[in-house]
Each structure stands twice: as C-alpha cells, then as structure tokens.
C-alpha cells in the first residue's frame, strides 16, 4: 500500500426529507446566495422546499447554470455575492452547479487574477466562502471532493481545479429528488461514477486488501442496481444505494494509498471537445478499448476485476479477460449506453484531431505508468471505432 | 437504508515514515503535552521519533496513563496543562492513551464539573483543546472517531462519552511502529476492530448494498490477515492493511445508515469487570454464543455472514449458520484466542453475577432491537460455557 492522506471534512446528511435540516446547518445571520441550473429544480419543486427551509432568511439567487459550467457565467454570480454582501452559498443541482459554486467560492476571495486559479490547478486558492450542497443527481461526487471543472467557452478549454479550501461543508443527499430525473441522466451518472472507481482500481496491484474491496463491492453495487435504477425510479433503497455509491466513488477514500489511471477521462474529454458527446458515454467508449489495448500493463487487475467484480473465474487469463470487458460494455448497454466510436458518428478521420488535441494539451502521457503516449492514445481509439 | 449523518473530520497521515510530518501539522507555535503510557513507546524509539519531530516547540510529557485509563490519572494531566499554559495535546499510544487525551482535551476546557461529560454521555462538552495522535496499536479506531472510555477505579466503572468535539485533529498511522507489538497485543486489535465491524452488521437487513460490502470486505481482510500478521510481524503489507482495517471498522462510515448491535460489548465488558480478562477475548466468547442465540431474528444477516464473509453456499440453512459460527471460533482459536468462558476461569457460579452487573448498570434491553434482556443474556452466557 502507498503512503496517503486522507482528510474530508464535508458533512453528508443522508435521506429522506433531510432538506429540512438546512436550517441548522446555513448559519442562521446568513445571507445565503441560491445557485441553480436550469429550470428543473424549479419545475420538480427542490428549489421550494430548500426556500421553504430557509425560512426568514436573507436570500438572493442565481439560476441559469450550465451542464458545463461556464467561466463567464461563474463571474457574474460573484458580482452578485458582492453587490448583495452574500456570506454563505448553497448549490442546488448536479455536478455542474456545485462545480460551479466552488469556482465562485473561490474566486469570490481571492486576491488578484482569478485566472490565476486554473494556472496553478488551485493553487492559489488561499480561502473559500462556507458553502453546502443539496444533490439532485448522484454521478460525479462533487458533492463530498474538493475538486470542480469550469468551461471557458471562448478558450475552448476545460479547466479543473482542486483546493482543500473547496470542500463542501455540507451535502444534502436525498435519494427521494432523484426520482424524476430522466432515464439519460441516471444512466450517465451510473456510467461516470462507475468510470471514477475503476480509474482508481484498474491499475496495477499494490496490496491494497481494503480500497480493492471497497471500489470491488461499489462496481458491483452499480452493476446490479444502475439498470434497476432506471427500471423502477421510485424503488428508495436502489436510488439511496446508488446516490451514496456515487459519492464513495470519488470522496477520497478508495483512491488513498493506489495508484491512478485517468486516461479514459483525459481521451474522452476530447471526444466530449469534438462533437459534445455527454462525458459518461465518452468513458463508456474509451474504457472498453483501452482495457483491451493495456491488457498487458493492467493484467493482474484485469483478472482480480474478472473474478471479483463479474464473478469469471473459468478458462484461460486472456479469456476471462475477455469475458471481463464483453461484460463492462454489455454493462454500459443495459442502460442504453453505446460503446463505440462510431455511434456517435465519429470515424477514422476523427482520431487524429482527438489526438492532436490530447497533444495540444499535453496529455502526452497518460495512465498509471504514464505509458500512454499520443501514439497509444490513437490505437485505443482506433479499437473504439 | 436508514438516514443518517457522516461528518469525520480527522486528518489520516497513512504510512511509512509519518511521524516526521508532526513538524507541519502541530502549530509552530504550541506548547505541547505530549501523553503516552507505559514503557513500550520509550522501548521502541517512537517516543524519541515524536521528540525529534517537534523540533523546538515547547513540550511537557505525561506519561503512565493505565491501559484501562483512569479518571484521577487524567485529572492529574489537566492540572500539567494548566500550570503550563499547554495549548495542544499529542497522544502517542493505542485506544487508550487516545480515550484518556479525548477526556483530558475535554475537561480541561469544560465550564463546571468533569463528571457532567460522563452523566451526559459528552453532552456538556461545548469545546475541547485541539489533539492529535501517533498510533501504535491497530484496535479500537479511536483515532479517526469521537469516542472515548474512561476507567473508575473507586467506583469500578467504565465510563463511556463522545462527543463532536473529541476527533483527533490528525493522526498518523505508520504501521511500520506495529512490527514490535507483542503477538496477544495484535490478536486482540484484530478481534477487536473484527466485533466492532460484526455489531455494525449482524443485524437485520435494510438494504445497505454498500455498508455490507464494505464491512464484508474489513471482516474478510482481518480473516485473511490477522493470523498472518502475527506470524510475519514485519510484512509491511500485511500489518497496512490490517491497520487501515482497524480504523475504518469503526470511524462512522460501516456503520452509517444501518442498525447496531453492540450487545456483545455490552455482555463482554462484565465480565472484564469480573475477573481483568482483556476487552477482545470477552468478545470473543460472547459474540459466538450471541450468534448461536439470536439465530432466529440474526437469520438473514447470518445466511448472509455464511455466504459473503466465509464462501459457505452449501447446506442447509441452519447448517450453513451453524459452519459460520464454527468458522467464527476457529477464526479467534487460529490467533490464539479462547472462545469460551471457562477458558478464562469463569463458571456457571459466575453467570447470574455478570447478569446482576448488567442489570445494575441498565444494560436491560441491548441489541438492535432491545430483546437481549437479562434472561437472554444469561442464555447467551449459559451457552458459552
């Protein structure tokens, strides 16, 4: 096991009605920005009951956030929180709006450039304001992780950040406010948080008895429930399982002490660049074929990941291994989620633009070992046509 | 899942070489006491490790708190604090020199009379001096949680509080300083953090996907490992995993959303009043003849238990309980541990004794659902005999 530290001071509040509970945790002098995206959390009532539990509250909003939250739009709202004295922020939403709500915590204290945050990768992020989280959409974790990535439009840039002074001081996880998020959406949160855990198990052996069975026990949670999820959206116990799956799968802990992969995130966020394709079937593309390219680097894991996670333990290693990877992309489509390139009308022409801007981004060495060079990062994606 | 709340804000400093990271985690500027038990840290250099670390702070030392750590022991370490205007505390043991800091960090700042933190069970306590710690020995978790046990000796109590205020602000875990343990010193850890794990989930079902999994992953781990680690002190991998097990067994996470037992405890701790037998072997003779009781409303969990910890499958549900059982006992016998009462000189005369104790000190109605009443309780000590 590798040296690590661990240190997550988020609050979870986990469960039915727990919106209610806003009121003890929002300092009660606070002068609450409410940050929001579209007109969902409107629509599904969220955004009533978190007024609602607010209660006398001075209370400013900020609706209009994007799926991929723009730099632009994250500045306006912090001339709001200064024109309106705002102490404390509460996103309301998915990844987006709480990436979002990090960037303006941020960016609301700091000293000089805001630009300056992307350049040093948060870095120079020295204080945040308080801010807490009322989850919608379980996938990304960003609920309980200090890490956030904002959209620069006119850069054409997806730029992440992470601080220790981003943690949320409180997440609301309510499984109950999942139950009207459409099908896509549960089916691409399963698919990234799924994509989050074997990034960070999917490596090489390290002896690592404890995170290995954790991030084993969250795949098969995910795998069992992720199809049963979009089946019957108001069975509580499989949207509560796969909500605090989500979160587990990128909070710190089963990451503490292993090596990290990547490179499916790296390569799809250029697929994702190219033709918008939603992030989590950008990883159900890449992670298949390149399970298949590094079977070799990846060997040991491949056959603990057969054997534990899919429960293939007869014929050859590189049949079982094949097994192990048929049964991930089958997977990804029992929630109707393609797997190749080419369902979503990228071909052979493609490729060498998505490598040309992995290297203009200098992602010229990805994954574990830094072995996947521009050149390997074209034979994944050529397999994924 | 049932609702719950999870907040740990303690920072983990995993691995080789830690404790030199003291320097950035204690303020430059705190006079520290530095707490510690008996002679085994002086032995074994960890004390001198700790010295060196803090470099030039000013730092009084407290040493010879008990393994049952006394309440006049602690009171004494308050006084050291306030005739030296301490301002930080770093304990440097197990569970118990950790307990008696969380006492001393708490009533050193408590308004009022000490005793209120035991008759509130940490209620009174509205702020402690901040502690960190250097843990020696894998077994209660009290590094990464907010509970503490306090020993009587005038009124033979064990007194137990927590509180939020009671997390360690750090604590390093180097397992490297476990490889001079004694073998029984590990055993016990092992049994230990193995029936804190099995009074989290040897209840009864509510769909916790990913609590089970991860308590099925620790308790599988202790099994694989524990014999192992008393065999090769110095495998590093080995006593890794087995620390990092140790804590995660109880620091919130397992236990999160789902129901308790903790009767076995409970049952246990009277009979270490009774006759001094060490907190680990009492659980390891109650918790077998709690499973053979309980087997009834236990089923589900039990089958469970069989199949997911022990790969039992075939049989039989009875006998599959019944092979689980037995595997629990020989998985106690394999580190050295007796699972019955008589091993430790306590006979049928004995039984109605430990029942009157329990009776006085309340402990009528115990398990997850409050039916382990004294009568069960007395059959549960008839059959472990």
Sequence with gaps: MNNFDLHNPTRI????????????????????????????AERTGVLAQVRAALGDRKVVEFGGIEPNP??????????VIKENDITFLLAVGGGSVIDATKFIAAAAELEGDVWDIFTSWGGAIKSAMPFGTVLTLPATGSEMNPASVITHAEKGAKLPFMSSHCYPVFSILDPELTYTLPPRQIANGVADAFVHIIEQ??????AAAVQDGFAETLMRTLIDLG??????????????NVMWTATLAL????????????????????????NDTDHARTLAVVLPALMQDQRGPKREKLLQYAANVWNIREGSDDARIDA????????????????????????????????AALES?????????????????????????
């Design 361 to 385: 981004h200098g992602m010229v060495a990805l994954g574990e070992t830094k072995t996947i060079t521009p050149d390997v990062a074209r034979r994944i994606l050529t397999a994924a046509l």
């Design 13 to 40: 509040l986990f469960g039915k009605g727990r919106i209610s509970d806003l009121d003890g945790q929002v300092p009660a002098d606070a002068k609450v920005l409410l940050l929001y995206g579209g007109g969902s």
């Design 251 to 274: 909070n710190g802990l089963i990451g503490a002490g292993v090596p990290h992969d990547w490179a499916s995130h790296m390569i799809g966020h250029e697929i994702t660049a190219l």
């Design 70 to 79: 723009r730099y632009a739009t994250a500045l306006k709202a912090v001339d």
């Design 201 to 206: 198990y999917l490596t090489y052996p390290v």
């Design 324 to 355: 192990a990877i048929d049964a991930t992309r089958n997977f990804f489509h029992a929630m109707g989620i393609d797997t190749r390139l080419g369902d979503y009308g990228v071909g052979p022409a493609e490729v060498d633009r998505i490598v």
């Design 227 to 240: 199809p049963k999820a979009m089946e019957t959206p108001n069975d509580y116990d499989t949207r509560a």
